[in-house]
């Protein structure tokens, strides 16, 4: 049974940083293109970052870009984001995403609240 659990997530002040966390179970993780999303309240899921099966490529949306920073440990089954200089519109819902082939997998979700 696959499972992507995520951790990490809380209420920040603006400018504040954060790190998630992403275990993944039941899956050989190394094969899988992870990606993190994030669903605001009443708008739609969104890609916020993707790194590749090895870690050398990674991409960003455009409004994260310079602020967040994805990774992945292998040896650990692990994806992160670093979320730097957070802003009230970073505020949503974040899931991890495991992606190979036609096979796809979610996370439960994590809440990010940036607030003052």
């Known amino acids: 049974q696959v499972q992507l659990v995520e951790s990490g997530g809380g209420l920040v002040q603006p400018g504040g940083s954060l790190r998630l966390s992403c275990a993944a179970s039941?899956?050989?993780?190394?094969?899988?293109?992870m990606s993190w999303y994030r669903q605001a309240p009443g708008k739609e899921r969104e890609l916020v970052a993707v790194?590749?099966?090895?870690?050398?490529?990674?991409t960003y949306a455009d409004s994260v870009k310079g602020r967040f920073t994805i990774s992945r440990d292998n040896a650990k089954n692990t994806v992160y984001l670093q979320m730097n200089n957070l802003k009230p519109e970073d505020t949503a819902v974040y899931y991890c995403?495991?992606?190979?082939?036609?096979?796809?997998?979610w996370g439960q979700g994590t809440q990010v609240t940036v607030s003052s």
């Open positions: 995403n495991a992606k190979w082939s036609i096979d796809m997998y």
């Open positions: 790194i590749s099966r090895g870690g050398g490529t990674t």
């Open positions: 039941g899956l050989t993780f190394s094969i899988y293109t």
